[in-house]
């Protein structure tokens, strides 16, 4: 089947096969491979990509359903070299120490932030509570999160 | 002139790629003509294999080629475990199972294709005929003589029994003034789950009669020279490259049957093969962690001092050896006494195989057993004998001044002052407040519980003679003609920020900016010897060498400097890019000194060009790094439900490089270890068929279930390495399990509990507060 998706900016189109997993499309198709894998039963958040504007565990959709649609992978997220935000709160607070888990962790935070500009540490907890992360123990995940939110805020 | 940045929160070099998603994990690698790999594995904890039928899967759509045991019996080499123990039964262990399944998700057949989903697709039409055997979860029910043995060829499922005795504990016995205390302790089977699975892309090229694999791995060296040996080549013809590795804990310190069949596949094929775990095989086939019974008998005086202490280990081993699977429990003997001096030990460890998949190193690796043992223990004399645990720990630790203080387990430590963690973190969680306010809640019907940890763990691994492969480490630095640095590492590190850490070292020692220096490990062709990253050693032993190799090199630019300067050698001091003597007066460019020895116009005699150094980094001890916890829970009366309210550490790893990496090692630690102590546990019905199959229900715990964590450090250095440090990579995991069990145990002493065995699910505390104890 043909699709056409705006990936990160840019139109595509290509043939794939109907039971193409959208993670798989980007990563095997497209060549963003900042996007993972880490459980493909929709459980761990690493697919996490934001679709029309919605964080969305890109491992529970086919790449044919996302057709027409507008989609950033984390790739996209700096696309002149400026970094994040987000980005830069993770790198300040140590948000990160394998880093698998983390261009999901960034792309379900931006939605959270785009839903509340101002969460509590509680919240943020809350709101990454379908993203598995098992090096940092979430507090410098948090901690990235505010700093980004004051960032942005400002 | 420039602060130092050894003791500074020095910002990760490795996260600008991985923030931007672009770090290179094995699943990234594409290569032209790449094939992919999927297993079919077996349903049955032991069966007999009849016939395999492929035809199907053969003639399925981009399938290559399809393997079973048969087809590879001879042509590669048995999965190794390289654990030296007396005695030890070792079962022949095939990359395929040939005649015999001995656990659920054991490989059975490989298929090669063209995608991963032909390949998978593939795998599912392979039909094997099982004659089911009985099988043997429970490890004392397999060391029952009318038990099923998993190896028939070796006579039962006892691997093997080690014994560890310090002082005369069966004099004690007679002592009628001591009070006997009995427990029986559960470890459960828990399992790593780094997020990112286990991952190979294997390149074998017949023109060069090279094997390339990436994998990712902890230990890219032992990983090449097994590789070699199981594919019968030379070490020479095979470069095992770890790219980014997301995670490992352990379980990637190892060689798995399928990096060995990916490697046959690409050499039978003469292309790339890629296999990428799915996450129900990372729960079933990668090893898991833990599973030992403990059984004690404590020997105390009525003041509390512990003077003897008896146990027998039941290490659940499961079906084969992994690398390390039977070393691990005897960590857990040798570590046993934890922070006190008792006088008398007597350890028995027996391994025993079952029908499940191989326990072997996750994150603490037999000392989160004996740290538990010996503070659920303390803990416990503090019931017997109504004192407060802090008393008791008090009462037992030696003083800062009996160190080096050798034990009965016949370890040696080299630094501590227990009193002053324990106090720290008494003082940062309120302890005596705390205890008041249990008090107040305990009359209106609630349960605040407060638990203490003071744990000692044995680290920076170690010694070559204690070392199953060596424990020395490699490091090399290097100037290049610009004056930028580059280093390499015999280590592997896998998220724990080590590029960081080497770089502040060299930067620091050269006198040069932190950017000017480049951290490369992981590739064998590259970083000539390694051994790896694993047992808190990277930073306290791979760090040394890097340390030492740069003390080389300055050694060398000083001699250089000193010659064009007109001064000696010893004057010289490296700052702000320049090699000066102490007060400045005579001062040289860095840059003008590496020239100088690059380009090699005037060096002085008896120097060569080049600034070159590496050096092999020899540990004389282990490091034992401590500390003190407290955990406050709340257990809810009504559902049983137990909320993590507070927690404090205060941690000792020796000296600390990055204050930022060390607390972000603590708290995922401590994650893990909380995660053990609530909610994990892998869980095999009695038929062998794993239960916690899927990320759904293997608890892999999530943010909103933690508190803050309020950590601090003391640093006590160790003598053992120039640098002081002692290492911190699993210091949470195996000090804050027994804190939180010893909280909840602590919540709930108005309804007599004495223990309760881990995970400490809602449902467990529920029958306790409906039904009482049964003791
Ligand atoms: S890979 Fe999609 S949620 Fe885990
Ligand atoms: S940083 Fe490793 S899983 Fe989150």
């Known amino acids: ?154 | 002139m420039a602060t130092p940045l050894l003791g500074q929160r020095v910002k990760r070099k490795e996260d600008p790629r991985l923030i931007q998603g672009r770090g290179h994990y094995v699943d990234d690698i594409q290569l032209p003509g790449m094939l992919h790999m999927a297993f079919t594995r077996s349903l049955h904890a032991h069966a007999r294999i009849g016939s395999i039928r492929v035809a199907a899967a053969k003639a399925a759509p981009g399938v290559v080629a399809v393997y079973t045991g048969q087809d590879i019996q001879g042509q590669l080499g048995w999965v190794p475990c390289a654990a030296g123990i007396e005695g030890l039964k070792v079962p022949r262990h095939s990359c395929l199972a040939i005649d015999k399944v001995c656990y659920v998700g054991e490989p059975v057949a490989a298929v090669v294709a063209a995608s991963g989903y032909a390949a998978r697709d593939a795998a599912d039409l392979i039909e094997v005929d099982y004659e089911p055997l009985p099988a043997v979860v429970n490890p004392e029910k397999a060391l029952a003589k009318e038990s099923p043995v998993i190896h028939e060829e070796l006579g039962d499922n006892v691997a093997f029994v080690a014994k560890l005795a310090g002082g005369d504990c069966a004099s004690l016995e007679a002592d009628k003034t001591l009070k006997v205390i009995k427990a029986r302790f559960i470890n459960q089977r828990l399992a790593p789950v780094s997020m990112e699975t286990r991952g190979v892309v294997a390149n074998y090229s017949p023109g060069e009669d090279l094997l390339t694999v990436w994998s990712s791995t902890q230990v890219p060296h032992i990983l090449k020279t097994q590789l070699a040996i199981m594919n019968s080549l030379d070490e020479a013809r095979c470069r095992v490259i770890a790219p980014e590795v997301g995670g490992g804990f352990g379980s990637k310190l190892n060689v798995y049957g399928e990096e060995g069949m990916a490697c046959l596949a690409s050499r039978r094929l003469g292309r790339p093969v890629k296999w990428i775990e799915g996450r129900r095989e990372n729960l079933q086939a990668t090893i898991h962690g833990r599973d030992q019974i403990n059984e004690l008998e404590v020997y105390v005086r009525p003041d509390g001092k512990v003077v003897g202490l008896k146990c027998s280990i039941i290490a659940d081993l499961g079906a084969y050896h992994q690398l390390l699977t039977p070393a691990i429990p005897t960590l857990t003997a040798l570590m046993i006494l934890g922070c006190y001096n008792i006088p008398n030990v007597f350890v028995q460890t027996t391994g025993v195989f079952t029908n499940k998949m191989a326990t072997d190193a996750y994150r603490g690796a037999g000392r989160p057993e004996a740290t538990y043992i010996i503070e659920r223990v303390m803990d416990l004399v503090a019931h017997e004998l109504n004192m407060d645990p802090v008393d008791v720990r008090m009462k037992n630790f030696p003083s800062p001044d009996d160190f080096p203080l050798a034990l009965p387990t016949g370890v040696t430590y080299d630094t501590a002052n227990y009193q002053r963690s324990l106090k720290k973190v008494l003082k940062a969680a309120g302890y005596s407040r705390l205890r008041k306010e249990q008090e107040r809640l305990r009359k209106k019907g609630k349960y605040l519980g407060i638990g203490l940890s003071t744990y000692v763990e044995i680290c920076a691994m170690g010694p070559s003679s204690r070392m199953p492969a060596g424990g020395w480490e490699f490091g090399e630095v290097r100037i290049d003609p610009t004056g930028k640095v580059t280093v390499l590492s015999g280590t592997s590190p896998h998220g724990q920020g080590e590029e960081t850490s080497f770089a502040q070292i060299v930067a620091d020692g050269l006198g040069i900016p932190y950017d000017d220096v480049t951290v490369y490990h992981g590739d064998t062709f590259q970083v000539p010897m390694g051994i790896g990253t694993f047992g808190s050693r990277t930073t306290a032993v791979g760090g040394t060498a890097i340390y030492q190799a740069m003390g080389r090199l300055k050694k060398k630019m000083a001699r250089i400097a000193a010659h064009q300067l007109g001064v000696k050698p010893g004057e010289l001091v490296f700052r702000d890019r320049r090699i000066e003597t102490e007060d400045g007066q005579k001062s040289i460019g860095f840059a003008e000194v590496v020239a100088e020895a690059i380009f090699a116009k005037q060096l002085p005699p008896g120097i060569d060009p080049g600034l070159h150094e590496h050096s092999v980094f020899e540990p004389s001890n282990y490091t034992f790094p401590f500390g003190a916890h407290v955990a406050v829970v709340e257990v809810d009366g009504e559902t049983g439900e137990i909320r993590l309210r507070n927690y404090y550490a205060v941690d000792d790893c020796g000296r600390v490089l990055n204050p930022m990496l060390v607390d972000g090692q603590i708290h995922g630690g401590v994650a893990q270890a909380v995660g053990q102590a609530l909610w994990e546990e892998l869980v095999y019905d009695e038929n062998g068929q794993l239960i916690t199959g899927s990320l759904m229900d293997y608890a892999v715990p999530k943010a909103h279930q933690f508190c803050w964590f309020e950590t601090q450090n003391t640093e006590t250095r160790t003598p053992v390495n120039p640098l002081g440090v002692k290492g911190v990579g699993e210091a949470g995991t195996i000090g804050a399990t027994p804190a939180v069990v010893n909280a909840v145990v602590d919540a709930l002493k108005p309804f007599g509990v004495r223990h309760i065995d881990m995970p400490l699910k809602p449902e467990k505390i529920w029958r306790i507060l409906k039904q009482g104890v049964r003791n």
């Open chain 1, 1 to 154: 089947m043909k699709i056409k998706v705006k990936v990160n900016g840019a139109w595509r189109e290509d043939e794939v096969e109907p039971r193409l997993l959208l993670v798989h499309y980007l990563r095997d198709v497209a060549g963003l491979t900042g996007t993972h894998i880490g459980c493909e039963t929709s459980i761990c958040g690493a697919c996490t990509v934001l679709v029309n504007g919605e964080a969305v565990k890109s491992c529970t959709l086919f790449a044919v359903q996302a057709d027409g649609a507008e989609i950033l992978t984390i790739e996209g997220l700096a696309p002149d070299g400026q970094l994040h935000p987000l980005q830069q709160g993770f790198w300040e607070e140590h948000g990160l120490q394998c880093g698998f888990c983390t261009p999901g962790m960034i792309l379900a935070s931006y939605q959270l932030l785009k839903r509340n500009p101002h969460p509590s540490p509680e919240e943020i907890r809350q709101g990454l509570e379908g993203n598995l992360c098992r090096c940092t123990g979430y507090q410098h995940i948090v901690k990235a999160v505010e700093w980004a939110a004051a960032r942005m805020s400002s």
